[in-house]
């Protein structure tokens, strides 16, 4: 692949970089200046964004801030960076455009990719014009039939549970154990069909505990989802259907709905709205009373910048044969994703949710805060080493469903793709 350095083409910008912008601004810019000039992009763009933040709204600093983004690999925030970019900036459409086009390339995103660089052929800057076709070039032509593209993600790790019943171990029989090593594999097979906008998303997970195999546990789910653009949406729809299992026999049986509308704010932010439908029956007779419906609609708001920060609200109604496993919930959680260094990365997440039983013999509320820590090293060839340590904490009016868990687990992980 071609690599043309991004701030090559800053030099079309610098006329706009300072005028009219607050001492504190101008000195925040110039700090990402000298920042990115050292290579030390992480800082480049904290500068960067806290120079727009202070003022510096021009094209240079949303530019550079797209620059810094695609320097530290994060090519989805780049490519919408430079999507605002153009549409904020009609006179720098055709630039904004050749650069977005180098990030959904990076995304491996050849289609539109290629789009955004036909865009930026429309440029009367020879640089941009040959850099474009170069672009194309390499691309080769549009593919005339669908082909389907094939992408994943692969873990399985080892770790300890010390409440794997979710229970107060004071109410389990003797025979019963709470706690267990555990070893779990998880992953994602996601198929898209080339010109057709349909995707194929299956997952699965299988957990084993050797002292505590009453719950042991496996599930897949397949979904089925037609994506399409609706002015600045985009839109998601399709059936879903799922399976699990519970020490050996079938546990839930589900067939569902799901819909999801999706758009960029700008500066960094997007918008995601789901609503998700499942009707469910029992697997296995012993599990009858979880036959019933599920219905959920989740709400987040997230920015993407030198870190990664996801705010969402699910809201969750369920209708079950037997009313004491019926619940309804409300979930706020906050999840945040930083790049500590080249190789290493780290996610924190905060998850408090409610849960109402009005109909159950003895009606109750729970309440659950759970707090995860997880870090991860990149290793060779797109594998992926992970600690994670999660604590949870289950308050209810009933006291046998209350609760405390701790769980930590190290896995090992590789994602693929077939392009």
Same mark, same amino acid.
């Given at each position: 692949?071609?690599?043309?350095?991004?701030?090559?083409?800053?030099?079309?910008?610098?006329?706009?970089?300072?005028?009219?912008?607050?001492?504190?601004?101008?000195?925040?810019?110039?700090?990402? *200046? %000298? !920042?990115? @000039?050292? &290579? #030390?992009?992480?800082?480049?763009?904290?500068?960067?964004?806290?120079?727009? +933040?202070? $003022?510096?709204?021009?094209?240079?600093?949303?530019?550079?801030?797209?620059?810094?983004?695609?320097?530290?690999?994060?090519?989805?925030?780049?490519?919408?960076?430079?999507?605002?970019?153009?549409?904020?900036?009609?006179?720098?459409?055709?630039?904004?455009?050749?650069?977005?086009?180098?990030?959904?390339?990076?995304?491996?995103?050849?289609?539109?990719?290629?789009?955004?660089? *036909? %865009? !930026?052929? @429309?440029? &009367? #800057?020879?640089?941009?014009?040959?850099?474009?076709?170069?672009?194309?070039? +390499?691309? $080769?032509?549009?593919?005339?039939?669908?082909?389907?593209?094939?992408?994943?993600?692969?873990?399985?790790?080892?770790?300890?549970?010390?409440?794997?019943?979710?229970?107060?171990?004071?109410?389990?029989?003797?025979?019963?154990?709470?706690?267990?090593?555990?070893?779990?594999?998880?992953?994602?097979?996601?198929?898209?069909?080339?010109?057709?906008?349909?995707?194929?998303?299956?997952?699965?997970?299988?957990?084993?505990?050797?002292?505590?195999?009453?719950?042991?546990?496996?599930?897949?789910?397949?979904?089925?989802?037609?994506?399409?653009?609706?002015?600045?949406?985009?839109?998601?729809?399709?059936?879903?259907?799922?399976?699990?299992?519970?020490?050996?026999?079938?546990?839930?049986?589900?067939?569902?709905?799901?819909?999801?509308?999706?758009?960029?704010?700008?500066?960094?932010?997007?918008?995601?709205?789901?609503?998700?439908?499942?009707?469910?029956?029992?697997?296995?007779?012993?599990?009858?009373?979880?036959?019933?419906?599920?219905?959920?609609?989740?709400?987040?708001?997230?920015?993407?910048?030198?870190?990664?920060?996801?705010?969402?609200?699910?809201?969750?109604?369920?209708?079950?044969?037997?009313?004491?496993?019926?619940?309804?919930?409300?979930?706020?959680?906050?999840?945040?994703?930083?790049?500590?260094?080249?190789?290493?990365?780290?996610?924190?997440?905060?998850?408090?949710?409610?849960?109402?039983?009005?109909?159950?013999?003895?009606?109750?509320?729970?309440?659950?805060?759970?707090?995860?820590?997880?870090?991860?090293?990149?290793?060779?060839?797109?594998?992926?080493?992970?600690?994670?340590?999660?604590?949870?904490?289950?308050?209810?009016?009933?006291?046998?469903?209350?609760?405390?868990?701790?769980?930590?687990?190290?896995?090992?992980?590789?994602?693929?793709?077939?392009?």
């Amino acid at each position: 692949m071609l690599q043309v350095p991004l701030l090559a083409t800053a030099c079309l910008l610098l006329t706009f970089a300072r005028a009219g912008m607050a001492a504190d601004a101008s000195a925040l810019f110039a700090d990402g *200046e %000298r !920042a990115f @000039a050292a &290579g #030390d992009y992480h800082q480049a763009l904290q500068s960067f964004t806290a120079a727009r +933040e202070a $003022g510096s709204a021009g094209p240079s600093t949303h530019y550079n801030i797209g620059v810094c983004q695609y320097r530290l690999s994060d090519y989805v925030a780049a490519e919408a960076t430079f999507a605002a970019l153009a549409a904020e900036f009609p006179a720098l459409r055709e630039l904004a455009e050749y650069n977005r086009g180098l990030a959904l390339r990076a995304q491996g995103n050849a289609a539109e990719a290629r789009v955004a660089f *036909e %865009r !930026a052929r @429309a440029s &009367g #800057d020879d640089k941009i014009l040959a850099l474009a076709n170069a672009q194309l070039g +390499e691309l $080769g032509p549009a593919r005339t039939a669908a082909r389907t593209r094939w992408s994943g993600w692969f873990s399985g790790g080892l770790g300890y549970d010390d409440n794997v019943a979710l229970v107060d171990e004071l109410v389990l029989p003797s025979a019963f154990s709470s706690s267990s090593p555990l070893a779990e594999a998880l992953g994602l097979l996601s198929g898209d069909f080339g010109v057709v906008p349909l995707r194929l998303d299956a997952t699965g997970y299988l957990v084993r505990y050797p002292d505590a195999n009453e719950f042991d546990q496996s599930g897949v789910r397949v979904a089925l989802t037609f994506d399409q653009q609706v002015g600045s949406w985009l839109l998601g729809v399709g059936p879903t259907l799922g399976r699990s299992t519970l020490d050996g026999d079938g546990f839930e049986e589900t067939l569902g709905a799901d819909l999801r509308l999706r758009r960029s704010l700008g500066a960094g932010f997007d918008f995601d709205a789901r609503v998700v439908y499942d009707d469910t029956d029992a697997g296995d007779a012993r599990f009858a009373y979880l036959a019933g419906s599920r219905r959920q609609l989740r709400l987040a708001v997230q920015h993407l910048a030198s870190a990664r920060v996801r705010v969402g609200y699910d809201l969750e109604h369920s209708d079950r044969a037997d009313p004491g496993v019926a619940a309804s919930r409300q979930r706020l959680y906050v999840t945040y994703r930083r790049r500590l260094s080249d190789a290493w990365t780290g996610d924190a997440a905060l998850f408090h949710r409610t849960s109402r039983y009005d109909e159950a013999s003895v009606p109750r509320t729970e309440r659950l805060l759970e707090l995860s820590f997880v870090a991860s090293r990149e290793l060779r060839n797109a594998w992926t080493l992970s600690a994670e340590y999660r604590w949870s904490e289950n308050d209810s009016n009933v006291d046998t469903f209350s609760y405390d868990r701790t769980r930590v687990a190290v896995s090992l992980s590789r994602s693929f793709d077939d392009d």
